[in-house]
């Protein structure tokens, strides 16, 4: 009696949301086209990639799910995460993590493959019955820097595996760009997967010909995109890659996702724009639609705008790209040590909100890591800045020669910030 009743206080102090089954996820076809099913209900992904930070902000801007790229069987952190999307009302397509050929798995290794494996049976049963769980995402990008098939043969195993143990949630991998050998190779290796995941930047706008190419003509979803990509923006002529101020970005957002992804009514399913945080990849800002600080960018607000019809009511600052010594970042700069110049960009608020400057110079990185991999923040630059608080700033160029970036924030002082950045070099003396 005592242990029912014990039982009994349990259940009525837990939130509803902790008693809830497993969602019921499907992937059908209706009249020609594929849909995503949640309990029955169709739903179409209005997601970002994030490791579980920013939800509330998610959700306000009209967002439903978002991915992650590890689980791990820190069952006490991730359940936390997945509760807090459960309260937020979003879905979580859990990304799990699969060794990459370059990174030094063999997937010649018999025994690390099924190590690796059972590691994942163990963190699938973990959290497959939480009603936050949308699906499986085995992977990231494991086409990139690749050259042994095997690794699709350890997909279709995992994909099985899953399906067995959790017949509730359809498992994808997503693709770094992809082919009709590729394609061919994911049908014959892994023809259990339920969909694909596709992650195109710059590119993404020839996304129908590469489905019509490749011969898929399954369900999909764009598990990143973006900014167009520090490998395929213009370089300085010592190879610094040129970086979109804020504005340019959210109006290729806008443009992208309105042109291409809601575009496709057939076989996609919705997406996950990269990176709903921030994150150091060439710069701080290439990716991150909020800066380090924590301030949103005109990126989210364009979020907002193709996820509900609607413009937030405080948008962030716009902005036009910054220019140093009166020449731009395609003018490949180069000043003198120690000599003052003039740098400005034009900033403005249609909130009328007063906008303040931060003013920064970094060593330029000398990372040449791909797919993501971690990078540090290159150094601050401590330089004397004279900021004229109207978008210009003095200062005297750097005593020692070689690669820098100029950074410049415009805060709105309501949480909101353009920025916009510009490589230069300085030059022996």
Do not use: C
């Not at 969602?23 to 995503?36: F, H, K, N």
């Not at 949640?38 to 990639?49: E, I, L, R, S």
């Not at 820097?145 to 498992?171: F, L, T």
Request: charged residues 20%; without cysteine; aromatic residues 8%.
């Amino acid at each position: 009696m005592l242990q029912r009743l014990f039982v009994l206080i349990l259940a009525l102090a837990a939130p509803s949301w902790a008693l809830a089954a497993p969602s019921q996820v499907r992937i059908v076809q209706q009249e020609g086209a594929y849909v995503l099913l949640v309990d029955g209900k169709p739903f179409h992904v209005k997601g970002a990639g994030m490791a579980g930070g920013g939800q509330e902000a998610l959700a306000a801007r009209g967002g439903n799910s978002f991915r992650t790229w590890s689980t791990g069987t820190d069952h006490v952190q991730v359940r936390a995460m997945l509760d807090h999307a459960q309260r937020n009302g979003l879905k979580v397509a859990m990304g799990i993590e699969v060794g990459n050929e370059r990174h030094g798995f063999d997937y010649d290794n018999d025994a690390a493959v099924a190590e690796q494996l059972e590691r994942i049976r163990r963190e699938v049963g973990l959290y497959s019955d939480h009603p936050a769980v949308l699906m499986w995402v085995v992977g990231n990008e494991l086409n990139l820097h690749y050259s042994n098939p095997k690794v699709w043969n350890a997909v279709g195993q995992i994909a099985d595996m899953i399906h067995r143990e959790d017949p509730h949630h359809p498992v994808m991998t997503t693709l770094a760009g992809f082919d009709r050998k590729l394609i061919d190779l994911l049908k014959s290796r892994a023809p259990s997967l339920d969909l694909i995941g596709i992650q195109l930047y710059g590119d993404i706008g020839a996304l129908p010909e590469k489905l019509a190419t490749s011969g898929w003509t399954g369900p999909y979803v764009v598990t990143e995109w973006g900014p167009t990509g520090h490998w395929e923006s213009p370089l300085t002529t010592w190879k610094a890659p040129i970086e979109d101020d804020a504005s340019r970005k959210a109006m290729l957002l806008q443009q992208r996702y309105e042109q291409v992804i809601a575009a496709d009514t057939k076989q996609g399913l919705g997406s996950y724009v990269f990176l709903w945080g921030n994150k150091q990849e060439r710069t701080p800002t290439w990716y991150g639609l909020f800066l380090p600080s924590g301030e949103s960018t005109p990126a989210v607000d364009a979020m907002q705008y193709v996820w509900t019809g609607a413009w937030p009511s405080n948008r962030a600052p716009s902005i036009q790209p910054l220019t140093l010594d009166s020449r731009v970042a395609i003018d490949s700069i180069t000043l003198e040590p120690g000599k003052g110049y003039a740098a400005q960009v034009d900033a403005r608020d249609a909130d009328g909100d007063t906008l303040r400057y931060r003013w920064t110079v970094l060593h330029e990185t000398t990372a040449t890591s791909i797919g993501g991999d971690r990078e540090d923040v290159p150094p601050e630059v401590v330089l004397a800045m004279q900021d004229d608080g109207k978008g210009g700033v003095r200062f005297a160029a750097p005593d020692k020669p070689g690669a820098y970036r100029l950074f410049v924030d415009v805060l709105d002082g309501q949480g909101h910030a353009a920025y916009a950045n510009l490589p230069f070099r300085v030059s022996e003396r």
